[in-house]
């Protein structure tokens, strides 16, 4: 274990000698830092341009950018990067030093505004769906100021990391942020036009705040290297299960081991230095999983905050000897990893949209705001479902364990009766807020009792004052969900500002309220069918939600298909999001991604299965066959070792031919030019003939011993660390 340069030892940080709020933020070039050692009047520029007031000029990103330099230099950093968010789903950056050679032998340290605002990777290298050709290498790097610069540590020094955008030389979007800042906008447009005629003079923009809840495993590193599907994919193409697994729910909140507390200990401490405020840690239902939440914050800096996480996660989780999966399904059979995306709407001057209140029932405003985000996951449930579309996320959703891959809203019992009965006329009825739950046990103390209980089984979840949205994978960025998410909510909001301003117009506070009834009471009675209570995981729901004629796409080829509708077009130029050639671009990126990743998992289990798995059985085979002649030469017993010594060689045979049929399926796959096609073929042929594969290699797995199989099964990767 290496010792870590700051104070302190790598899992034993003293928080005594060095208090959290000291190292809080400490790596951060946050708004408190700035507000401290920037001019006022440049400190105001860049919260003007933060609010979408104002653009940057180049003249306010030289003091900022002189700034930074030496405030980043002062805590050891020699070089900086700009951080984007190409469409590989992992963060990208390129390093510069603050060097600058003076001619004579010596250097300055320099860092200029046009070097803070501007930096230019080669866009050729990075996915771009045919928006850039291989020889038009130019892109650029824009500043994100919404989300602050903060300072990487590690055993080999410091750098400077300055969260951007990334474009092409012909300005489309290129990464994940670009549509997300817009999205961002688009929402804030259409929702302070609710609120202005709601009689909110006050509101000049609305941000979206984000917590995603991150889940992933544990394994011993020694272990890991031991398995070259872990290594190149990720997860596990083979694996029998163990006589034990998380049936007995002992994990669930169990006691955190010394090891991992060790781990997570070292991991708040990276995440707390740069601002990140993580708060809850925890073991995951499945063993030796766990899971980190912070508290939310706007969208872009929690997008960037959480690439941040799972990197550190898995460079702290090294420095203890371990490896950290976010694989969506590391393992068949145990529950997978997931992303919480609790996604809410706030105000400039401090108010959350979907804060129900004391009384929701009368809460005009919050009922207004909770029936659009009904009527567009309805309307919009098969683009948000193409939000969550991987090869890793088909393994987990649906599987008892995540959200099924039917979109719906879970509202609870009070709120959803208080819409019912303005969708059909009633009075809207009383809330459960305010009450209590009585224990009955003197000792302990009444407990406030929630607007509604919580459906772990729903994959759009309202749990009090944000909406949960569960069907994210653990390794997605959540720039695109979120983006999506805010595109459709923009959308019906804008669809209710149009009728509320022409309706109301010179009406008064009386037809407003008559106006806002008429809208939930339309939108609600038309989208209610989207809103379920029950259990998700059923398959009595599942036959319901068709009666509902609610779609079910159970994966991800079909899921990506919506990006290239008309309609989805239509959507996204209407909000200045995203441009049909972005959106094409993005739909073949996604579906060229699907067949890459399962072109390598093929190619492991093939590997797998000749070079390591065949051999191993076949001289186990040979050796239980020279036990039986051994034993039947001396008149001994020999039927138990002639019979598993038959029955391995049967199933390796069998092995053997599934083997042959996946390189075939794969060869054929491979053949195919259209990514639609292609990525068809890689799910209904690639994917069938590797779980055949892997079916009689867990079978073999069962009859092999421990010694002789080739690498670690899943008692040591799941039950030791």
């Given at each position: ?11 034993r ?5 060095t208090?959290?709020a000291?190292?809080y933020?400490?790596n ?5 830092v ?7 009047n440049i400190?105001?520029?860049?919260v ?7 653009e ?5 990103a030289?003091v900022v950018?002189?700034?930074?330099r030496?405030?980043a ?8 990067t ?9 963060t990208a950056?390129?390093h510069d ?5 003076t001619g004579?032998g010596?250097?300055?340290?320099e860092?200029?505004g046009?070097?803070?605002i501007k930096g230019?990777?080669?866009a ?7 928006l850039r050709?291989?020889f038009?290498?130019?892109g ?5 100021v919404?989300s602050p ?5 590690d055993p ?7 969260p951007?955008a990334?474009?092409s ?20 447009k259409?929702?302070v036009r609710?609120l202005k ?9 609305v941000?979206?705040?984000v917590?995603?809840e991150?889940?992933y ?12 599907d872990?290594l190149?994919?990720?997860r596990t ?8 697994g998380?049936?007995m729910?002992?994990h669930?909140?169990g ?7 060790a781990f ?8 707390w230095k ?10 995951e ?23 941040f996480v ?11 000897g371990?490896e950290?999966?976010?694989h ?5 059979g145990?529950?997978g990893?997931?992303?919480?995306n609790n996604?809410s709407m ?8 979907f804060?129900?209140g ?8 919050f ?5 659009a985000?009904?009527?567009a ?15 890793a996320?088909d393994?987990?959703l ?8 039917i979109?719906?809203i879970?509202f609870?019992?009070?709120l959803t009766e ?9 009075a ?7 009450e209590?739950?009585k224990?009955?046990?003197?000792s ?10 919580r ?6 979840a ?12 653990s ?10 998410l805010?595109?459709?909510?923009a959308?019906?909001?804008?669809e209710f500002?149009d009728?509320l301003?022409s309706?109301s117009?010179?009406g008064?506070?009386?037809?407003v309220?008559e ?5 939930i ?8 069918k989207?809103?379920?209570?029950g259990n998700g995981y059923t ?10 004629g609610?779609?079910?796409?159970k ?12 309609e989805?077009v ?7 999001v995203l441009?049909k050639e972005?959106?094409?671009?993005r739909?073949?990126?996604y579906?060229e ?6 072109n390598?998992?093929a190619g ?6 000749r070079r390591?798995?065949f051999p ?8 239980l066959?020279?036990d039986?002649s ?9 039927a138990?070792?002639?019979?598993r010594?038959?029955?391995i ?7 053997y031919?599934?083997?042959a049929?996946?390189?075939?399926a794969?060869g ?6 259209e990514?639609?096609?292609q990525?068809?073929?890689y799910?209904?042929k690639?994917?069938p003939?590797?779980?055949s594969?892997?079916s009689?290699?867990?079978?073999l ?11 670690p ?6 039950f030791?660390?």
């Open positions: 274990m290496s010792c870590c340069s700051e104070k302190g030892c790598c899992g940080i003293d928080f005594v000698e208090p959290v000291e190292i933020g400490s951060c070039f946050s708004n408190a700035m507000r401290e050692l920037l001019p006022k400190y105001k520029e860049i003007a341009v933060q609010n979408g007031e104002k940057l000029t180049l003249e306010v030289e950018a002189a700034t930074m030496d405030w230099i002062a805590k050891g950093a020699s070089h900086y700009h951080l984007f968010q190409p469409l590989t789903g992992l950056e390129k030093s603050f060097i600058a050679p004579d010596k250097v300055i340290m860092f200029s046009k070097e803070l230019e990777p080669d050729s290298s990075f996915p771009s769906g045919g050709a291989t038009e290498a130019r650029y790097t824009a500043w994100d919404t610069a903060f300072l990487k540590t080999t020094g410091t750098t400077l990391c300055i951007t990334f474009i030389y012909y300005g489309q979007a290129l990464d994940e942020k670009v549509p997300l800042l817009k999205s961002i906008d688009a929402l804030s259409q929702a609710i005629a709601l009689g909110n003079t006050t509101t000049k923009r941000y979206t705040t917590g995603p991150q889940e495993f544990l394994v011993s590193k020694e272990y890991f290297d031991k398995r070259s872990l190149l994919t990720g193409v083979f694996g029998a299960l163990p006589a034990k998380q049936e729910e002992d669930y909140f006691a955190i081991k010394e090891k991992v507390a997570m200990r070292e991991l708040n401490y990276e995440l740069v601002g990140i405020p993580a708060k809850t840690q925890h073991n239902v499945a063993p030796n999983q766990f899971e980190i939440a912070p508290i939310y914050a706007n969208s872009t800096a929690a997008v960037d905050s959480n690439q799972m990197e550190t996660l898995k460079n702290v989780a090294r420095r203890h371990l950290c999966l976010l969506e399904k590391p393992f068949a145990v529950n990893n997931g992303k919480h996604w706030a105000t400039d001057d401090g108010i959350n949209l804060d129900p004391e009384n929701p029932e009368s809460n005009a405003r009922l207004l705001f909770a029936a985000v009904v009527e996951v309805d309307r919009y449930a098969l683009l948000l479902r193409s939000s969550v579309a991987t090869s996320n393994h987990r649906g599987a008892n364990e995540a959200p099924p891959a979109v719906s879970f609870g019992g009070p208080i819409l019912d009965n303005i969708a059909e006329g009633k809207a009825g009383k809330s459960a807020m305010g209590q739950i224990i009955g046990v003197t302990l103390p009444a407990l406030p009792k929630d607007v509604s209980d459906n772990r089984t729903s994959p759009f309202f749990t009090g004052n944000k909406f949960e949205f569960r069907m994210v994978g390794s997605q960025s959540i720039a695109a969900p979120n983006t999506y805010n595109v459709v909510v959308q019906v909001l804008s500002a009728k301003e309706h117009k010179g008064g506070a009386s037809k309220n106006t806002i009834q008429a809208i009471k339309e939108s609600y009675s038309k989208h209610r989207v809103v379920f209570n398959d009595e729901w599942v036959r319901e939600a068709e009666r509902r609610l779609p079910n796409i994966n991800a080829v079909d899921a990506l298909t919506v990006l290239a509708r008309s989805t239509s959507l996204f130029e209407n909000h200045k441009t972005e959106l094409e671009s739909y073949h990126i579906l991604k699907y067949s890459k990743q399962i390598i998992e492991v289990v093939i590997e797998m299965a390591q798995i191993a059985v076949s001289a186990y085979a040979a050796e066959a020279r039986a051994a034993l039947a030469a001396i008149h001994a017993v020999s138990p070792q002639e019979k010594a038959k029955k060689a049967e199933i390796s045979n069998d092995l031919e599934e083997t049929k996946l390189e075939t794969l054929e796959a491979q053949d195919i030019e990514a639609f096609a990525a068809k073929a799910f209904e690639v994917r003939a590797m779980d594969v892997r009689k290699s867990d079978a797995e069962k009859l092999v011993s421990k010694e002789a199989w080739p690498f099964g899943f008692e040591e990767l799941l030791k660390l």
